[in-house]
């Protein structure tokens, strides 16, 4: 039996006080407080003043009203999808600190079953979409229920594990999926309007683009967000205060299943085909990557990081590059190691600085 | 001090690969008291914390709240059912402020926690009561401060804080006074002592001079066992604790063989 044992008679003890572990802990008590900077939980621009928030709001809205103008709008579309993919990682890594790696597996079903009930049914686009997106979310509470019961390197390689079962039927079901000939010709179908130009697509879809955004950054900023960030920054704390840790992340695991699909949905509408490449694991990889070059837990950082890998790999190939995922994998390191925060956090960071600095002066 | 037990303990036991860390504990916590736990180091103190909190599950044994068993519950079935408890290494939400630490607590028996489609804004419904608990610790000037950067004796504060916020039925600290300044010491010995109405409050104290002032009874492990049980007076001159430490000390201080 074990007894290291300093406390060693009640008097003692009255002098001693402290336990091993707890005079520990105090030595490593920082000797300053640092005046308060304001909750970190609503992201880097919490902080802001209201009108900032209101002036960028602004203009992210400006952005995506003039984005197809000022790019082709084939890529307009592209980085509309992929940026809700992105934030619907960044839900999971960035503020419940739940890293997927499968979740090609929901924007690939949306984008499959938006396909399908586009084809088959005739549906109009938006109808099509809103089927996909919620397959995708009844897909992800089954595998969301097995995953959550594993944290960090092992959730990830669990949600792959389901992504690559996902790709595997897809692969195999040739009769529904049309296998790697791909779901051809989805019609864009909405009350008789032509949307054969992807100009006035990209409009069409806007709506539900900033729809499916704007969910996100409510989930965020509700009370459920709140538990989420307690539960990534220490589960065991949020248990103790009485908070199911398992049923809250299968809950945003669902929610992100369902902002996947939307943007995979739309994904498929705007190629008027889907392929097998959907469900790949690479389409996982990018989301993830998109989301770090942005900036992990920014929320909107996935928007960027979806803006600069979608236009850069556009440019690549049409400069006729064929080593494209040599520099997007460059970019990826390079940020990894100089800008951890990412383009969003190391902006943020930077304009808080200069806050603070201006503070200071007057 | 008579009265219901409110936490009713019964043979608890936990083995950890064949080492038993708690062996055969019988405890009952009578209502509306201050019962402490005290023991050597490794007496398996934190250990019946952890399996009266959910956080372990038992070996052996069943623990009943109320009248109503709960052996086994997981921790936030526990702390729904009014089991609130402190952590010995100070367990806290390092990027949250300290207002939003009490929010979370606040809400946690509301269901407000899943409205993911309403605005955050509604936790200000809490702002009053976030005061109220953050002015009783002593934590009124930090409100805004987040968990990291808070002076350790704060940290302390906020655990007790976000614990209270809970209004649980049973409070359990694990060690609240451990690694404090006097003045600190005096301060926690107080807030007890006024949060104790109305609630059953179980701690482990090592500060023999804070159970003296706060408890109603003292229970005594050591390796794992109840060794006595008693008023801290009746404790304080029984001869198995004092030549349980003394034991202890003879033999010499870190680390003895087993
Ligand atoms: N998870 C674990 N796995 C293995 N052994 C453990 C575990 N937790 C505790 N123990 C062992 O059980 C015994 C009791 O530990 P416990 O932390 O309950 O003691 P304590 O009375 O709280 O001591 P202290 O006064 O140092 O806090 C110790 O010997 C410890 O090493
Ligand atoms: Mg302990």
């Given amino acids: ?362 | 001090m008579t009265g219901q037990p409110l936490l009713s303990v019964r043979g608890l036991t936990r083995d950890f690969r064949g080492f038993r860390a708690v062996d055969g504990v019988d405890l009952d916590v009578t209502a509306g008291s201050v019962h402490a736990l005290v023991g050597p180091n490794g007496a398996g103190k934190t250990t019946l914390f952890n399996l009266l909190t959910g956080f372990l599950r038992p070996s052996g044994g069943r623990i009943a709240l109320d009248g109503r068993d709960v052996t086994g519950l997981p921790p936030e079935r526990m702390a729904q059912l009014g089991v609130a408890r402190s952590f010995q290494i100070t367990s806290l939400f390092p990027r949250l402020s300290a207002r939003e630490h009490l929010e979370l607590a606040l809400q946690s028996g509301s269901g407000l926690g899943w409205r993911f489609w309403r605005s955050a804004k509604l936790l200000r419904r809490y702002r009053n009561r976030t005061e109220e608990l953050l002015e009783l610790v002593g934590l009124g000037a930090h409100a805004d401060t987040t968990a990291d950067v808070l002076a350790y004796g704060r940290k302390r504060a906020l655990e007790l804080a976000i614990a209270l916020a809970l209004e649980p039925k049973v409070l359990l600290l694990d060690e609240p006074t451990a690694g404090m300044g006097l003045e600190d010491v005096d301060r926690t010995v107080d807030l007890i002592g006024r949060v104790r109405d109305g609630r059953t409050v179980v701690l482990v104290e090592h500060n023999m001079s804070v159970v003296g002032r706060v408890a109603d009874r003292v229970t005594v492990l050591r390796a794992g066992r109840v060794l006595v049980e008693g008023t801290y007076q009746e404790v304080r001159v029984d001869e198995r604790v004092i030549s349980a430490y003394l034991g202890t000390a003879a033999t010499g201080v870190d680390d003895v063989a087993r």
């Avoid at chain 1, 000797?31 to 003043?49: N, T």
């Avoid at chain 1, 909405?190 to 539900?208: R, S």
Wanted: charged share 15%.
């Fill in chain 1, 1 to 362: 039996m074990t007894e290291r044992s300093r406390v060693v008679t009640p008097e003692v003890a009255a002098g001693a006080g402290a336990s091993a572990s707890a005079s520990a802990e105090r030595s490593a008590e920082r000797p300053a407080e640092r005046p308060a900077r304001p909750p970190s939980v609503l992201g880097a621009v919490a902080g802001a003043p209201t009108w900032f928030r209101y002036a960028l709001l602004a203009v992210g809205l400006g952005v995506a009203l003039w984005l197809p103008n000022g790019l082709y709008p084939t890529v307009a579309v592209d980085i509309a999808c992929w940026a809700l993919f992105a934030v619907s990682v960044d839900l999971l890594l960035g503020f419940t600190g739940l890293l997927s790696f499968g979740h090609a597996a929901f924007w690939g079903t949306s984008a499959y079953v938006t396909g399908l009930v586009a084809i088959h049914a005739g549906a109009p686009f938006p109808v099509a979409v809103l089927g996909g997106a919620l397959a995708a979310a009844a897909l992800a509470a089954p595998i969301g229920y097995l995953a959550v019961r594993r944290t960090g390197i092992y959730f990830a390689m669990v949600t792959l594990a389901f992504a690559q079962m996902v790709y595997y039927v897809a692969n195999e079901w040739r009769s529904v999926t049309r296998g790697e000939n791909g779901l051809q010709g989805v019609p864009r179908e909405l009350a008789g309007l032509d949307l054969t130009d992807e100009y006035y697509f990209y409009y069409a879809a806007l709506p539900i683009v900033l729809a499916g955004l704007f969910a996100a950054w409510r989930i965020v900023n509700s009370p459920f967000g709140r538990v989420l960030v307690g539960i990534r920054d220490n589960p065991a704390r949020a248990r103790a205060l009485g908070y199911p840790v398992h049923r809250y992340k299968l809950t945003v695991f669902v929610l992100s299943g369902f902002i996947a699909g939307l943007g995979g949905g739309l994904f498929a509408v705007g190629h008027r085909f889907v392929a097998l490449d959907v469900l790949h694991w690479t389409t996982s990889g990018k989301a993830v990557i998109m989301v770090v070059l942005g900036g992990i837990g920014t929320l909107w950082g996935g928007l960027l990081g979806a803006a600069v890998l979608v236009r850069l790999e556009d440019w690549l190939s049409f400069s006729g590059f064929d080593t494209i995922g040599l520099v997007t994998g460059g970019i990826f390191v390079l940020v990894v190691l100089l800008f951890r925060r990412g383009i969003w956090g190391s902006v943020a960071a930077l304009a808080q600085r200069l806050a603070a600095g201006r503070r200071r002066d007057s």
